[in-house]
Protein backbone atom coordinates (compact mmCIF):
# COMPACT_ATOMS: atom_id res chain seq x y z
CA UNK A 1 0.00 0.00 0.00
CA UNK A 2 1.25 3.21 -0.85
CA UNK A 3 1.48 6.23 1.37
CA UNK A 4 2.58 9.99 0.94
CA UNK A 5 1.92 12.18 4.03
CA UNK A 6 3.26 15.38 4.17
CA UNK A 7 4.12 17.18 7.34
CA UNK A 8 5.36 21.08 8.80
CA UNK A 9 2.63 23.47 7.52
CA UNK A 10 1.46 26.20 9.57
CA UNK A 11 1.28 29.97 9.97
CA UNK A 12 4.19 32.49 9.09
CA UNK A 13 4.99 35.95 9.22
CA UNK A 14 6.45 37.34 5.94
CA UNK A 15 9.94 36.84 5.64
CA UNK A 16 9.78 33.78 7.74
CA UNK A 17 11.03 30.34 7.37
CA UNK A 18 9.12 26.91 7.17
CA UNK A 19 10.38 23.41 6.14
CA UNK A 20 7.77 20.87 4.65
CA UNK A 21 8.56 16.76 4.85
CA UNK A 22 7.45 14.05 3.21
CA UNK A 23 7.56 10.79 3.92
CA UNK A 24 6.68 8.45 1.12
CA UNK A 25 6.50 4.17 1.30
CA UNK A 26 5.12 1.17 -0.42
CA UNK A 27 6.82 1.90 -4.13
CA UNK A 28 10.40 2.91 -5.69
CA UNK A 29 9.89 6.30 -6.31
CA UNK A 30 11.56 8.38 -9.01
CA UNK A 31 10.41 12.08 -9.39
CA UNK A 32 9.34 13.61 -5.89
CA UNK A 33 7.94 16.74 -5.69
CA UNK A 34 6.10 19.70 -4.21
CA UNK A 35 3.17 21.36 -5.75
CA UNK A 36 0.48 24.04 -4.52
CA UNK A 37 -2.66 24.97 -4.80
CA UNK A 38 -4.05 28.26 -3.69
CA UNK A 39 -8.17 29.64 -3.24
CA UNK A 40 -9.26 30.27 -6.80
CA UNK A 41 -6.08 28.99 -8.76
CA UNK A 42 -4.86 26.27 -10.20
CA UNK A 43 -2.60 23.90 -8.52
CA UNK A 44 1.32 24.24 -9.48
CA UNK A 45 4.30 23.08 -9.57
CA UNK A 46 6.61 23.98 -6.56
CA UNK A 47 9.82 22.38 -6.23
CA UNK A 48 10.73 18.32 -7.88
CA UNK A 49 13.90 16.32 -7.27
CA UNK A 50 14.73 12.78 -8.84
CA UNK A 51 16.01 10.01 -7.50
CA UNK A 52 19.32 11.46 -9.12
CA UNK A 53 19.44 14.63 -7.33
CA UNK A 54 18.29 16.66 -10.24
CA UNK A 55 16.00 19.76 -9.27
CA UNK A 56 13.14 21.63 -11.11
CA UNK A 57 11.85 24.86 -9.33
CA UNK A 58 9.16 27.24 -10.21
CA UNK A 59 10.40 31.06 -11.17
CA UNK A 60 8.67 32.22 -8.28
CA UNK A 61 10.46 30.16 -5.81
CA UNK A 62 14.27 30.06 -7.14
CA UNK A 63 16.28 31.53 -4.83
CA UNK A 64 13.83 31.21 -1.45
CA UNK A 65 12.86 27.78 -1.32
CA UNK A 66 15.22 24.59 -1.89
CA UNK A 67 14.34 20.80 -2.11
CA UNK A 68 16.33 17.85 -0.85
CA UNK A 69 15.61 14.31 -0.40
CA UNK A 70 16.79 11.01 1.37
CA UNK A 71 16.50 8.54 -0.89
CA UNK A 72 16.75 6.02 2.41
CA UNK A 73 14.17 6.96 4.17
CA UNK A 74 11.90 7.83 0.51
CA UNK A 75 11.92 11.39 2.30
CA UNK A 76 11.74 14.95 0.72
CA UNK A 77 11.88 18.09 2.44
CA UNK A 78 11.13 21.85 1.27
CA UNK A 79 12.60 24.52 2.73
CA UNK A 80 11.07 27.79 2.33
CA UNK A 81 13.16 30.91 3.53
CA UNK A 82 11.88 34.52 2.67
CA UNK A 83 7.65 33.58 2.78
CA UNK A 84 5.76 35.92 1.22
CA UNK A 85 2.14 36.12 1.58
CA UNK A 86 2.02 34.91 -2.29
CA UNK A 87 3.28 32.02 -0.84
CA UNK A 88 0.22 31.43 1.00
CA UNK A 89 -1.54 27.89 -0.23
CA UNK A 90 -2.22 24.28 0.17
CA UNK A 91 0.96 22.45 -0.43
CA UNK A 92 1.06 18.95 -1.97
CA UNK A 93 3.44 16.16 -2.09
CA UNK A 94 3.89 14.05 -5.15
CA UNK A 95 5.64 11.11 -5.78
CA UNK A 96 6.29 9.27 -9.22
CA UNK A 97 7.11 5.39 -9.07
CA UNK A 98 9.70 4.65 -10.87
CA UNK A 99 8.44 1.45 -12.71
CA UNK A 100 4.84 2.40 -14.40
CA UNK A 101 4.92 6.09 -13.74
CA UNK A 102 1.90 6.26 -11.32
CA UNK A 103 1.78 9.55 -9.30
CA UNK A 104 0.43 9.45 -5.91
CA UNK A 105 -0.37 12.62 -4.03
CA UNK A 106 -0.55 13.57 -0.58
CA UNK A 107 -3.20 14.91 1.58
CA UNK A 108 -1.78 18.69 1.16
CA UNK A 109 -0.44 20.90 4.36
CA UNK A 110 -1.73 24.41 4.34
CA UNK A 111 1.14 27.10 4.85
CA UNK A 112 -0.36 30.62 5.66
CA UNK A 113 2.23 33.27 5.26
CA UNK A 114 0.24 36.41 6.91
CA UNK A 115 1.39 39.20 9.87
Known amino acids: QVQVVESGGGLVQPGGSLRLSCAAS??????MGWYRQAPGKERELVAA???????DYANSVKGRFTISRDNAKNTVYLQMNSLKPEDTAVYYC???????????WGQGTQVIVSS
Open 49 to 55: VTSGGST
Open 26 to 31: GRIFNI
Open 94 to 104: NAQSLYGGTTY
